[in-house]
């Protein structure tokens, strides 16, 4: 069974904090080997569009909160949060992920 991994990447997030994961969990899939990878690794955003990480980084996330598979192990990284915290539509779609992983 491969489990879903989801990223949440937002402005301001820091780079070390979302990559350092997304590193871990495909070179745990590539070493594994196997028929069926262990994990799906993805990033999400708010919406499809770009963010920019720290320092000016831009990410084009892979899923919007709308439109993603369900998920296994949600990553929420650190930077930044304050705009994040302030959008209740994201406070929910955490709230709901919490309920559902």
């Known amino acids: 069974m491969t489990l879903q991994i ?3 990447i937002f402005d ?17 899939t590539r070493v594994a080997g196997g028929s069926e990878p262990r994990f799906s690794v993805f990033t999400l955003g708010e919406k499809r569009a770009s963010v920019r990480a720290r320092a000016g980084l831009k990410i084009d996330p892979d899923h919007a909160l709308d439109d993603h598979p ?7 990284p650190g930077g930044v949060v304050t705009a994040e915290m302030e959008k209740p539509e994201v406070i929910d779609w955490l709230a709901r992920q919490n309920r559902a992983i």
Do not use: K
């Not at 301001?12 to 745990?28: G, K, Q, R, S």
């Not at 369900?70 to 929420?76: N, T, W």
């Open 6 to 8: 989801g990223i949440y």
């Open 12 to 28: 301001n997030v820091e780079v070390l904090y979302f990559a350092w994961p997304y590193e871990v969990f495909t070179c745990a």
């Open 70 to 76: 369900a998920l296994d192990c949600l990553i929420v």
